[in-house]
């Protein structure tokens, strides 16, 4: 069956409307990572059973702990681009976002506007980020490269338990099904 049938199991979303039922509750689906063993089976249906719920009533769930990336890691991230934000603007601009096809570099404040209903474009300024697009410098290149790398960890284990809701295998299969890769 398709990503998209598998994903119609989950049934419709909850039509409750009171504040609690808006607050998409969080489950932690690091028992989910590479090398866990079997001794956490119960810890995988609880956490599998906890996301079909949350699925179910919300059409979404939300990860505590950044999803399991290391806060030591999101802190080395934000701080390598906060160093970034803090050069005077010409230094900024030479890491410029040139490229579509590319989608890394600078973006100066007011250069985007998002939402076109605003009669202002966004005053922050922005870095955008995708490993191995660009050559930037080391101090940059690897705190977003490791927290990009755990993001995409998190993302896997997070397919793995919304298999194991479907009843499916909690491997990376479904994953690289729905993971589109270049």
Do not use: W
């Amino acid at each position: 069956p398709s990503v998209a049938a598998m994903l119609l199991r989950l049934g419709p979303l909850s039509t409750r409307r009171s504040y609690s039922s808006l607050v998409p509750p969080l489950v932690d689906v690091r028992c989910f990572n590479p090398g866990g063993d079997h001794s956490r089976d119960a810890e995988r249906d609880r956490a599998a059973v906890a996301a079909s719920s949350a699925c179910r009533m919300h059409g979404l769930l939300a990860l505590p702990f950044y999803g399991g990336i290391p806060a030591e890691l999101v802190g080395a991230a934000f701080s390598s681009v906060h160093r970034l934000f803090e050069l005077p603007f010409d230094q900024k601009m030479e890491l410029a976002y040139r490229d579509v096809r590319e989608n890394v570099g600078y973006i100066k404040p007011g250069n985007e506007k998002p939402d076109p209903t605003l009669q202002e474009p966004d005053p922050k300024e922005v870095f955008q980020y995708q490993p191995g697009k660009r050559t930037l410098p080391r101090e940059l290149e690897e705190p977003l490269c490791a927290v990009f790398g755990a993001g995409v960890a998190a993302g896997r284990a997070t397919l793995r338990c919304l298999a194991r809701s479907l009843g499916l295998p909690d491997d990376d299969e479904f994953a690289r099904s729905v993971i589109l890769e270049d």
